[in-house]
């Protein structure tokens, strides 16, 4: 029997004995917490677990299955990533190039646990730079006119490139209520300005 390093992320709503239901579901498929945070959001009434477990690799499946059936799980909010298997991130930037250049480089040396499936980006701008470090970089333009074609094909573009993480860099653009729904979980803001974060 194999064992691996998982990360089991939970988004449930707030209710006394989440964390101990979510922690003995873990239990009862041998699994062990090697490390465990945990928040409650009494804004929104949502409870969200991270844990590091240790867990035989045959019974991910079934711990996945176990924990989605939790009650009071939000629809597609339990996930469960073995550590060895690393993300792919496209990365959306617009035409500054300071935020691309420090993930760039942080790639390049191994400091992100990560694999940029591509960058997109509205402007041509930093193609070269993108294309130098060997990463497909997707020209999407964007008007007034065309925003939401502009985000269909943006969509489309990080599905293709089988992205398990959408990471705005310094992206100026307002990302629509659609797909703010679609990336819920899934899509990071890394540079503060009202613009892209404000959503």
């Known amino acids: 029997m194999t064992f691996g390093d998982y990360v089991l992320l939970c988004r449930t709503a707030d209710r006394p004995g989440k964390l101990a239901a979510i922690s003995d579901a873990v239990r009862s498929h041998g699994g062990d917490v090697r490390d465990a945070q945990s928040f409650g959001d009494d804004a929104t009434g949502a409870f969200f677990v991270r844990m590091q477990v240790r867990l035989a690799d045959s019974r991910a499946d079934a711990l996945?299955?176990?924990?989605?059936?939790?009650?009071?799980?939000l629809p597609g909010a339990a996930c469960l990533h073995a550590t060895a298997q690393r993300p792919r991130l496209v990365i959306a930037v617009s035409k500054f190039d300071h935020c691309l250049v420090d993930l760039l480089h942080r790639h390049r040396v191994g400091a992100i646990g990560g694999d940029i499936a591509a960058v997109i980006s509205n402007h041509d701008t930093t193609r070269p730079l993108v294309e130098w470090h060997d990463i497909p970089f997707?020209?999407?333009p964007v008007t007034q006119e065309t925003k939401f074609e502009q985000q269909a094909a943006f969509q489309r573009a990080v599905s293709d490139a089988?992205?398990?993480?959408?990471?705005?860099?310094?992206y100026m653009q307002v990302l629509s209520n659609e797909l703010c729904d679609a990336w819920a979980g899934k899509c990071i803001n890394i540079h503060h300005s009202f613009l892209p974060s404000f959503k």
Do not use: F, P, S, W
Request: charged residues 25%.
């Open 138 to 140: 997707i020209h999407l």
């Open 162 to 170: 089988g992205a398990d993480l959408v990471v705005l860099a310094r």
């Open 64 to 73: 996945r299955k176990n924990i989605a059936e939790i009650g009071d799980m």
